[in-house]
């Protein structure tokens, strides 16, 4: 089992560049979540999908779009890059709907510079 | 709004000295908290969490954390320090039914040989 992977590791963008990350996983999770981590931050929500068909907006959602292709893929878009979405982004998925009881296995996770 | 702050960004302890990683919640609801360890260009892993029932946790690799309502606080200890410990440790916070986990800043735990 892969678990969580995330495609591609690093990725260097000009402003106003448009690019895809891919998530998948191979543990028949239901729900799958976008993240962003920068320094002194934390990680903060971008999109979620609770379940295959269904996405939701998080903390963060600008300047992003998403897909949940089907049950094991979610991908995060991002239509005309900005500096300041400089970041390493994390997917990570969820068995359950209530994601309060249970836990997120998160994927190594993609670092992106927009220059 | 559910709110966690973590006390100091970086915390420094010699190996076999006591780890105690704080972390504060603000949340209007009885909440659910986690901790998370976060290795050098890796994911986040689940260290512990906290639902419902005992107030104290054990978790992996030796870690627990004690849920104080009345200081609404949630620190992480661990009595002896590894190298292997060194790593970026997040408390986060999620309520009721929710899907949007709220994490902490996060603190850079060195070990010293």
């Known amino acids: 089992n892969a678990g969580v992977t995330q495609t591609p590791k690093f990725q260097v963008l000009k402003t106003g560049q448009s690019m895809t990350l891919q998530c998948a996983q191979d543990m028949n999770h239901n729900s799958m979540y976008w993240y962003r981590q920068d320094p002194g931050m934390g990680l903060r929500l971008i999109y979620y999908?609770?379940?295959?068909?269904?996405?939701d907006k998080g903390e963060v959602p600008n300047g992003y779009n998403v897909s949940r292709l089907n049950k094991r893929e979610f991908s995060l878009r991002l239509e005309s890059a900005a500096p300041s979405q400089t970041s390493v982004y994390f997917c990570?998925?969820?068995?359950?709907?209530?994601?309060?009881?249970?836990?997120?296995?998160f994927g190594p996770g993609t670092r992106l510079t927009v220059l | 709004a559910q709110s966690v702050t973590q006390l100091g960004s970086h915390v420094s302890v010699s190996e076999g000295a006591l780890v105690l990683l704080r972390c504060n919640y603000s949340?209007?609801?009885?909440?659910?908290l986690f901790w998370y360890v976060q290795y050098p260009n890796q994911g986040l892993q689940l260290l512990l969490k906290?639902?419902?029932?005992?107030?104290l946790v054990k978790g992996i690799n030796g870690f627990e954390a004690e849920f104080k309502k009345s200081e609404t606080s949630f620190h992480l200890t661990k009595p002896s320090a590894h190298m292997s410990d060194a790593a970026e440790y997040f408390c986060a916070v999620s309520d009721t039914g929710g899907f949007k986990t709220i994490f902490g800043a996060g603190t850079r735990l060195f070990v010293k040989a």
């Open positions: 999908s609770a379940s295959e068909g269904t996405t």
């Open positions: 990570a998925t969820a068995m359950y709907r209530d994601i309060s009881t249970d836990t997120q296995y």
């Open positions: 949340s209007s609801v009885p909440p659910y």
């Open positions: 906290y639902t419902t029932g005992a107030t």
